[in-house]
């Protein structure tokens, strides 16, 4: 029983360049929710999914999108990093009514 | 949007000293939760609280749900090198966590 894991664990980008952060769950869990970590801001919510095939939008969506198309994946796309989305990025799963889990990060700097 | 303060933003104790960190919000909440989080990890749950007034223990640690539902304050008694880490607190809304800006502790031996 792995978790909550997440792929790759750092990666660099040029500004421009696209890529895709992938976050995978063993724990047959309906939520699936993707953060981003600044300093002295606490995580805030990119986007999050309420099932498989559903896909909704936090509280910071802009410049990412995600895709839900089988309940245990849940993808973060940036289509053209910027070096504003240098951040380290959590996904986490859950319930919906209680508790979340969370996965180790993925460091992204965008030069 | 949503908004949690959390207070003290950073903590420099001595071993054995016991901590006290809160959270404030200007919206209710339904459920508070406690994350810790260690260089390098994601955060951890601590403690979850579900009813406004319920203090609940983990060991060391304890929480309370503020009766306004607008609150939360978690305690570490007789700390230990070993609680050093960034401590977030989140309340759950509508399947959703908003988290505060976290608490960084720092246990000297």
């Known amino acids: 029983n792995a978790g909550v894991t997440q792929t790759p664990k750092f990666r660099v980008l040029k500004t421009g360049q696209s890529m895709t952060l992938l976050c995978a769950q063993d724990?047959?869990?309906?939520?699936m929710y993707w953060y981003r970590q600044d300093p002295g801001m606490g995580l805030r919510l990119i986007h999050y999914s309420v099932g498989e095939g559903t896909t909704a939008k936090g509280e910071v969506p802009d410049g990412y999108n995600v895709s839900r198309l089988k309940k245990q994946n849940f993808l973060l796309g940036l289509e053209s990093a910027a070096p504003s989305q240098t951040s380290v990025y959590f996904c986490?799963?859950?319930?919906?009514?209680?508790?979340?889990?969370f996965g180790p990060g993925t460091r992204l700097t965008v030069l | 949007g949503q908004q949690l303060n959390q207070s003290p933003q950073s903590m420099f104790i001595q071993e054995g000293e016991d901590v006290s960190m809160n959270c404030t919000s200007s919206s209710i909440f339904n459920t508070w939760l406690w994350y810790k989080q260690e260089p390098g990890e994601g955060p951890v749950l601590l403690i979850a609280l579900y009813k406004a007034g319920e203090l609940t223990s983990n060991g060391r640690l304890t929480a309370q749900f503020g009766i306004t539902r607008k609150d939360s304050f978690l305690n570490i008694s007789a700390s230990i090198p070993s609680d050093v880490g960034i401590y977030f607190c989140a309340g759950l809304g509508y399947g959703k966590l908003t988290f505060g800006q976290g608490t960084i502790l720092t246990v000297h031996p």
């Open positions: 724990m047959n869990h309906e939520y």
């Open positions: 986490a799963s859950g319930q919906g009514g209680n508790e979340q889990f």
